[in-house]
């Protein structure tokens, strides 16, 4: 744990921070293993404060009811801790705050927020509190009386109880979690409080240091490494000795002997992540499983299984994940047939291309483009071709670049101030690797006049909403230098301009509000060969698509009420698909009542039925929906399976979304909506 009046403590000068009057000394926490830290005693109003008018006296602490209203504590953790609050609504019936450092991450955990009745992480996989993995639904803070919240986290997990009864219990890859843009704050290592339109008076808030020594070697869990980075981290473990694998792999031989069918691989390579995820200690044996899941879910034709299964390997063993994934990606091209097979290693291949060079791994970048457009050709789609072109042009100047950026970090290191060198850096964190926030505070620092403008402008608007206007001249300038930028930082930059619309809309109207839902539904129309789920509410990133779960939806964030034109790539583990548009089911594949009928839903409420064979579980296919004025086309995988020639009259506004049945899992891999007027 690392008290804030320790040296070294003090993060990066905030943009938006207090006022500038001298700072007052800060407080030295004591720290014992096992002893209680009263971190209310040590909050400083004027050090601590990032947004609203915060009260304290001997006593407690109260929020003041404004729609965002912040305060940091002063506790940076670096182990397992405790954290226990006691407070009472006074007034409002929203949000309760509490931002948490989970294995490095700081993300924030609600209660009662979204209306008052919901409670959860936000974000978790890129989606709030309303709808993720941790939501639950229900008020749990009336007020009247002051409750205890007690929050647990001990390495990659996280116990939540409200007056004693389980509210959250989450584990998991701590890669998954981030602070939404509403409640960030200064500092991304500290503890901090929150509330949305309420106010709450605190009469505790105790941290207590949790025993967090992690063993060494072979006794290390799989789940402790799990939230590791891929790249320079030093607590990975180094890859077992051959003797070492070979007396693992002896074990595994009946198990891969039987493993015939490519179904067959690909079930045993599931089996085998999970086993070496769930392995009391991580050995040769761990590393053997995944080592050769890998290998079976390429022999399966599975990427993203093989993706998977080396995202795993790399978090937690010194192997080259950008270098296994390449050689995935050659392998299981080679058994591709189909255009629609060839285009979604294309899409792969661009998704290589964009990691390798945030990982400045510019060999990678070379082979990932030639393969790319190799595929291109195979599918013989001109259209793919064209953009393709596009990327591996932007990649290739990006590639070129890396020398420089790494020069600029050198020179960081002795000179953190140097203007070039911060705009260097910067510029590559921000379009390169889509690292939003360390990125602004260099650019802000920056020798580029219009990067440092802009960036010193945008910082603020993260933790200030006031401002619509302000935010959406931060989203139009934003998407004016995306036009400028080369691929990935061309998609990057509209898709933080597009955050800045979305938060905008709500209070937009008239020409305003058109304007930025058509920045976000030419984004929705743009395909760029990258992820762009930023875009959606539902579902939960797994690697290169979204997984929707237990009836759950993925939808858009804007409405459509015309003609349409949606391709999107998706798989289900056993019941039907569904395409949902104009406020209601348009297509249902896989009907649970017949399999072989598709049932299409028409813009007028009425539905029409057609013969179809049923689509076989867990594959990926490429759906395409067409509906104009006069009709609707349908085809999969290329292969027309219904066509209708009739005028339509209204288009019910409605947004556009995927959805599943029952507890059907749905994954979605791609996602475009092009509208047609």
Known sequence: ??????????????????????????????????ESVDLLKQVDMARDHVNGNWKRDAEALVSPRLLVAKIELPFAPSGDYELTIV????????SFIVGLVIDGRQ?????????????????????????????????????????????TVRGSSLRVTCDGEPVIAWSGDAARLSDSDF???????????????????????????????????????????????????????????????????????????????????????????????AATKVDATAYVRLRQAVDLADAGGDLDLAWQAIDRLAKTFDVDAQ??????LTEIGKTAKSPEQCRELVDASCRLMASALADAKPEIVKKAAAQAQSWAKRAKDKTLQRELASR???????????????????????????????????????????????????????????????????????????????????????????????????????????????????????????????RLKLLLATDEGLPAWE??????????????????????????????????????DSLNIRLTAYDRDMVIWNWELNPSELRVGRPDGSTVPAPVTPLEPNRWYTFHYRVTRQGTTITVDGVPVFSENQVYGKFPRAAVGVTGWGNAVVDVKKFVIRPLE
């Not at 934003?478 to 509209?494: C, F, I, N, S």
């Not at 993925?554 to 391709?567: K, N």
């Open 1 to 34: 744990m690392t008290p804030l009046g320790s040296e070294g403590a003090d993060g990066p000068p905030a943009l938006d921070g207090p006022p500038s009057a001298p700072e007052p000394p800060k407080p030295s926490v004591p720290l014992a293993s096992a």
């Open 87 to 94: 407070a009472e609504r006074l007034s409002g019936n929203d």
């Open 107 to 151: 993300v924030a955990m609600t209660l009662d927020g979204y209306g008052g009745e919901t409670a959860g992480l936000a974000d978790l996989d890129h989606h709030d509190g309303a709808e993720n993995a941790t939501t639950r639904r229900g008020r749990l803070l009336p007020p009247g009386k002051p409750h205890t919240v007690v929050c």
């Open 183 to 277: 409640w960030q704050v200064h500092d991304k290592r500290r503890l901090y409080l929150g509330a949305w339109d309420s106010e709450f008076k605190y009469t505790r808030i105790e941290l207590k240091p949790l025993s967090s020594a992690k063993a060494t070697g072979v006794e290390r869990r799989m789940s402790d490494l799990a939230g590791d980075n891929t790249n320079g981290n030093q607590s990975r473990l180094p890859v077992p000795g051959e003797d070492e694998q070979k007396k693992s792999r002896q074990e595994l031989l009946k198990k891969l002997a039987a493993a015939k069918a490519p179904e067959q691989k690909r079930t045993l390579a599931q089996e085998f992540v999970a086993q070496a995820l």
């Open 323 to 328: 270098d296994l994934r390449q050689k995935s």
């Open 392 to 518: 591996v042009s932007g990649a290739t100047k990006v590639a070129g670049e890396l020398d420089a950026v790494a020069a600029a970090r050198q020179t960081l290191t002795t000179m953190p101030d140097d203007p070039h060198a911060n705009f260097v850096v910067g510029h590559f964190e921000l379009c390169v690797a889509d690292d939003w926030e360390p990125a602004l505070v260099k650019l802000a620092k920056g020798d580029d006049a219009a990067w440092r403008k802009l960036a010193s402008e945008s910082r603020p608007l993260v933790h200030d909403l006031s401002g619509t206007d302000l935010r959406m001249a931060a989203a139009d300038a934003w998407w004016t230098e995306a036009e400028k930028e080369p691929w990935p930082g061309r998609h990057y930059l509209r898709l933080h301009a597009a955050n800045w619309y979305r938060l905008a809309l709500p209070s937009l109207s008239g020409t305003n509000r058109t304007h930025a839902e058509q």
């Open 535 to 572: 875009l959606f509410d539902g579902g939960q990133t797994v690697g290169g698509f979204r997984r929707i779960t237990r009836g759950g939806s993925l939808r858009t964030r804007v409405d459509y009420d015309g003609p349409i034109d949606v391709t999107f790539t998706a798989r289900t």
